[in-house]
């Protein structure tokens, strides 16, 4: 009844994708070939596994049984697969990542730079993506996040020290608009908004001072989606951002941009590397040690 179980990878590959063109790009498969397939398994099993619209492929009751069946036992295999590399000397295979850009340039990269040369059988694949994921959805190895924002049942190391947020503005700017001198007086400033990718609306600035915490929604005439447009704005003088300080930091000391509202600066956990499982691969396992905050002492 059965080719080879090419057809059942097929039919769990386009149900996971809800799509023959993505499902055929993993495949590395035509889209017809992929399609010919799938509607030869269902001619040999005389009924409709599929239902294909326009728009979508989704599961009928008996693709969903075959499925929820098959689907399970194809990623037990890809696990243990996968979990050969660990006979190896070294560890081997590709990582993948989501992480925010700031995190991704301030957290990863660095250490990278290490690691890489150190394990040259190691792929590392950094998605950025500014919204909060479904890293096991997204087919990611682990995420990277502000420790505030790990979801609960994940394991979370931390990579980097907590983080610092600071009001800046151009020296050009302030000597035409007076400094702020509490948070409130924001509003007769020109502010560069950040969007939140997460829920999609405009972030409301957050300070804190003496115990006191305070959220200030801002207004200007630039919004972006990431604090490096955003600071590049300031820098050109069209207002004040809110940034990570570490990012500000190299224009600060060169007298490009000031921090203002610096007795307000809120601190949020560091970013952390997350994981579904206590069985991480050896690569991951190992790109997670060379990550770890404070940094590993060398033997």
């Known amino acids: 009844m059965l080719k080879n179980l090419n057809d059942l990878q097929a039919l769990v590959t386009v149900a996971r994708h809800g799509s023959f063109t993505k499902a055929a790009a993993q495949l590395g498969l035509s889209q017809s070939a992929l399609s010919h397939t799938v509607s ?15 728009r979508k492929v989704s599961l009928t009751d008996a693709g969903q049984r075959l499925y929820d069946t098959v689907a399970p036992r194809f990623d037990d295999i890809a696990a243990e697969v996968a979990d050969l590399s660990a006979l190896r000397d070294k560890p081997a295979g ?31 694949e950094i998605v950025v993506e500014y919204g909060m994921i479904d890293i096991v959805a997204g087919r990611f190895d682990a995420g990277v996040r502000l420790g505030d924002q790990v979801v609960k049942d994940m394991i979370a190391v931390r990579i980097a020290p907590d983080l610092c947020m600071a009001v800046v503005g151009a020296p050009g700017y302030l ?12 509003a007769a400033h020109d502010c560069i908004n950040l969007r939140l990718a997460t829920h999609g609306a405009l972030y409301a600035w957050e300070f804190e001072k003496d115990g006191r915490k305070l959220n200030v929604r801002v207004e200007g005439q630039l919004t972006f989606n990431g604090s490096l447009p955003t600071m590049r704005a300031a820098l050109a003088g069209f207002g004040l951002a809110c940034v990570p300080l570490d990012l500000a930091q190299p224009h600060i000391r060169r007298g490009e941009l000031v921090q203002v509202l610096a007795d307000w600066a ?7 590397i997350y994981y579904p499982s206590r069985r991480a691969s050896p690569a991951l396992g190992a790109l997670v040690a060379a990550l770890r905050h404070p940094a590993p002492v060398a033997a």
Not at 97 to 117: G, M, Y
Not at 266 to 272: I, N, W
Request: proline content about 12%; hydrophobic content about 50%; charged content about 10%.
């Open 40 to 54: 030869g398994l269902e001619a040999r099993l005389g009924m409709r596994l599929l239902t294909r619209t326009t």
């Open 94 to 124: 590709t990582v993948r990542i989501s992480a925010a850009e700031h995190a991704a340039t301030t957290a990863l990269w660095p250490k990278l730079l290490a690691f890489l040369p150190a394990h040259p059988d190691v792929q590392v």
């Open 175 to 186: 000597a035409a608009h007076p400094a702020p001198a509490t948070p409130h007086a924001l």
């Open 266 to 272: 809120p601190v949020f956990p560091g970013y952390h």
